[in-house]
């Protein structure tokens, strides 16, 4: 089946300790997304790529980056883990960015900041 | 994005119908009405949208307000497997902004 894998599904990393999640996909799509779900809370944006252009959301810090080497493959970086940014990472595809197009998500990457 | 309104929960019993309001009263022409709901320890999950018309699929129906400002998901027959939070986004463009959703409870 085509899906959204994301690996590992539960990462520990140290304060301070750079840290990368990684999503792929086999579906195809040209738009991937990560959010950020921190506990109780709703998922939130923090950026896209379409292809290989990169959008950030204004208000993502500048600890988080991407990259997407491929159309299959995008990677979240976080430079310095603080407390804070323990959370649910999730990330996201989707075949364009019309307002018609679904989203398909994978399981997620729980983060764990010691 | 324009803003959307859900209760906070909601319970139903098994195998009964369950209808989830959302208010959408910002709403331009050009947004979609898409729900998503995510079950515990998972990834949101698409449901269904719309734009205008009603939409149905195998999970889901989709009423839309004749003033699209408001929607209603309903599911004809809920199951335990459906207790999730649901969330109703209003889409223009290529970005899913989330409310804070319903929390739907399935008594059995």
């Known amino acids: 089946d085509a899906m959204v894998i994301q690996n590992p599904r539960y990462q520990v990393t140290q304060f301070g300790k750079p840290v990368t999640l990684s999503c792929s996909q ?10 950020q779900q921190k506990s109780s809370q709703a998922p939130k944006l923090l950026f896209h790529y379409y292809d290989k252009d990169f959008n950030n959301e204004a208000d993502t810090p ?24 323990a959370a649910m990472y999730l990330c996201a595809t989707s075949r364009g960015q019309g307002s018609h197009n679904e989203q398909f998500f ?5 983060l764990t900041v010691l | ?42 990834g949101p999950e698409y449901v269904i949208h719309g734009l205008t018309s009603n939409v149905n699929n195998r999970m889901a129906s989709l009423a839309i307000a004749e003033d699209r400002k408001s929607s209603t998901l309903i599911l004809h027959r809920a199951t ?5 939070v649901y969330y109703c986004i209003l889409r223009d463009g290529g970005k899913l902004i989330f409310g804070q959703g319903t929390e739907l409870s399935v008594k059995p």
């Open chain 1, 26 to 35: 086999t579906l195809n799509h040209n738009v991937m997304y990560w959010y």
């Open chain 1, 62 to 85: 500048d600890n988080f980056q991407s990259r997407r080497p491929n159309t299959s493959f995008c990677f979240l970086d976080i430079r310095s883990p603080g407390l804070g940014d």
């Open chain 1, 106 to 110: 994978g399981p997620g990457t729980r």
């Open chain 2, 1 to 42: 994005d324009a803003k959307t309104t859900q209760p906070n929960s909601m319970e139903s019993n098994e195998e009964e119908p369950v209808h989830l309001p959302c208010n959408h009263s910002t709403i331009s022409g050009t947004d979609y009405i898409h729900w998503y709901r995510q079950l515990p320890s998972q």
């Open chain 2, 80 to 84: 335990l497997r459906d207790a999730a």
